[in-house]
């Protein structure tokens, strides 16, 4: 599975971004989808998964700011952001993997990854 990200830029605090995910290669309707996020200086986290099946989840930090959703027609997994905070300022990449309990997780394993795309949030 080939993944690119795209979405990515410099936003001020309580301001609003959408990451897409455009996903080829495999048939993406049989993988579930996920975004994680690194920051300067910090390890890599999860943010959200959506299964193959439409269930999905949201690290706490982000509940109630962030939604995943995916297009299966369009190939395509997006994170809308808002409210969005100076901490949230990561790179941000999708990744891919059929099994849905291991790319809610901590990416460890997750065989499928784009290339990040940047997100600043400006005080």
């Known amino acids: 599975v080939q993944l690119q990200a795209s979405g990515g830029g410099l936003v001020q605090t309580g301001g609003s971004l959408r990451l897409s995910c455009a996903a080829s290669g495999r048939t993406f309707s049989n993988y579930a989808m996920g975004w994680f996020r690194q920051a300067p200086g910090k390890e890599r986290e999860f943010v959200a998964a959506i299964s193959e099946y439409d269930s999905t989840r949201h690290a706490d930090s982000v509940k109630g700011r962030f939604t995943i959703s995916r297009d299966n027609a369009k190939n395509t997994v997006i994170l809308q952001m808002n409210s969005l905070k100076p901490e949230d300022t990561a790179v941000y990449y999708c990744?891919?993997?059929?099994?849905?309990?291991?790319?809610?997780?901590?990416?460890?394993?997750?065989?499928?990854w784009g290339k990040g795309t940047l997100v600043t949030v400006s005080s």
């Open positions: 990744a891919a993997d059929s099994r849905f309990n291991i790319i809610r997780g901590t990416g460890n394993g997750v065989p499928y």
